[in-house]
């Protein structure tokens, strides 16, 4: 029971820094386009520079 639990939470945890890390990469690639000094075109550099402005603010 108490395994189950621990490998729960483990889990949990990993599934959680997996999704901070493909935060923080995409909000890398929002400020590399916005670096360069050109608008985001796609969807997917929208969300990029969304993801840059709220780890900003």
């Given at each position: ?5 621990l490998?729960?939470?483990r ?22 386009i ?24």
């Open positions: 029971m108490i395994s189950a639990v490998r729960f939470l889990n949990m945890y990993a599934a959680f820094a997996l999704r901070i890390d493909r935060e923080m990469e995409l909000a890398e690639q929002g400020a590399a916005l670096d360069s000094g050109r608008e985001p075109e796609t969807d997917e550099e929208r969300r990029a520079v969304d993801a840059y402005w709220d780890r900003v603010l």
